[in-house]
């Protein structure tokens, strides 16, 4: 797909969509779009709600999903990640918001993250009436979607509210500077090349994309410190462009103390995990599943209380 040209790649992007084949939904999955009152002076954010009937635990506030799609920042739309959201949610039993976020370069960097971090205060303040559980909101995006999951987490770090309890984070796109040994070696992969890569970014940054001005919270591979963000699930394909920026910055995660995960798929494109039937994208599927289900229903460690020394250590301070 060439994103030189936004309206044709959009256009593209449509035809294929309307020559898939028509989904089934769950009839215990209730669906439901909604406009979320977008930033100070800016449009609603139109977002589509996936709530299940029956919640993995119908007595308590249920965890959700902020899911963030894939295009390039130029293209998507609420229809380009609907299988994924009806799965996410028919099989966690939680609430998924599937954000239909401005793209460019009609709406540049900061629109799309100013939308994301829109609907996340909404989800937070008036997600009661979904019966969610505003301590257990996790990030999930794909591609571009990706880079602005993890440009939101940046965001809330510093902003008062409410902060995502986990990013999961798929073929991420995080870096504008293009300057990682696979960014210089991938000029004529599937799906995700060099040049286009360099396209998607000129469309969200303009011409600063590669120089020296660019924000961390339009590329987050550039931030200097990612100490305090939440824990995170990141995973990269062998043929991507993208590769090795994805896995510096789960490094980086690791180096600033952030639980991090990660995962490279040997033999895999860029956005393969969208490939119908193929075995490796139901693996990609299951392996965001298991990471989700833990994040989202494995309870903490219990906090050792301060009179309670942990087993095998002397009760004696040090000295």
Known sequence: MDHSDPDSAREQVRQAQYQQPLRSVPEDLWIAEVDVPGPVGAPAVPVRVYAPVR?????????????????????????????????????????????AYR?????????????????????????????????????????????????????ARERTGVRPCFQLLADPLLDDRLASPSAELFVDTPVLDRVQAANMWFHYVGAAAGGPHVSPYAAP??????????????SVCEFDPARDEGIAYAERLIRSGV?????????????????????????????????????????????????????????????
Request: net charge negative; charged share 15%; glycine share 10%.
């Open 103 to 155: 793209l460019a370069p009609q709406h540049p960097y900061p629109h799309a993250l100013m939308d994301a971090h829109a609907v996340l205060y909404w989800l937070s303040t008036q997600g009661e009436s979904l019966g969610i559980d505003p301590h257990r909101i996790a990030v999930v995006g794909e591609d571009a979607g990706a880079g602005i999951a993890a440009s939101l987490c940046l965001l």
């Open 221 to 234: 591979g550039r931030a200097d410190d990612l100490a305090g963000l939440p824990p995170t699930h990141l």
């Open 259 to 319: 639980s991090a995960e990660l995962h490279h798929y040997p033999g895999t494109f860029h956005g393969c995990a969208s490939v119908p039937g193929a075995a490796v994208a139901l693996r990609m599927r299951e392996d965001r599943i298991r990471a989700l289900h833990r994040a989202l229903f494995t309870p903490p460690p219990r906090p050792v209380p301060a009179h309670e020394p942990p087993a095998g250590l002397a009760t004696a301070p040090l000295t």
């Open 55 to 99: 919640p993995a635990d119908p007595w308590a506030a249920a965890p959700a999903v902020l899911y963030f799609h894939g295009g390039g920042f130029v293209t998507g739309d609420l229809e380009t990640g609907h299988d994924e959201c009806v799965w996410t949610a028919t099989a966690l039993g939680v609430v998924v918001v599937n954000v």
